[in-house]
């Protein structure tokens, strides 16, 4: 599978971005998808998965509530609409897809997006 993330930016404070993931090559609805985000000096860490079908969701616990995770598999994307963005949720964001989990671990990942940059001003 190759996933390209886009939709990233510049926005402020309690406003909201989407960003979407866009998957090619293997069937995008065999695997588990998730999104990570990597800010400066920090590891690269699970933000939000979602299951083959979209059924099944996981957020960690400091973006539950603001952001929501979907998919389409019918058009092979993915989304993650974030709302009362934080500057704390400054990174670079990142999707991926893993055959073994709606919550992985980087090294459970199979397949990684390039990233996309979303900064949050105070």
């Known amino acids: 599978v190759q996933l390209q993330a886009f939709g990233g930016g510049l926005v402020q404070a309690g406003e909201s971005l989407r960003l979407s993931c866009a998957a090619s090559?293997?069937?995008?609805?065999?695997?588990?998808m998730a999104w990570f985000r990597q800010a400066p000096g920090k590891e690269r860490d699970f933000v939000a998965g979602i299951g083959w079908i979209a059924g099944s969701t996981y957020y960690t616990d400091s973006v539950k509530g603001r952001f929501t995770i979907a998919r389409d598999n019918a058009k092979n994307m993915m989304y993650l609409q974030m709302n009362s963005l934080k500057p704390e949720d400054t990174a670079v964001y990142f999707c991926a897809g893993n055959r073994r989990t709606i919550v992985p671990s980087p090294r459970d990942v199979d397949y990684w997006g390039q990233g996309t940059q979303v900064t949050v001003s105070s």
């Open positions: 090559g293997r069937t995008f609805s065999n695997y588990y």
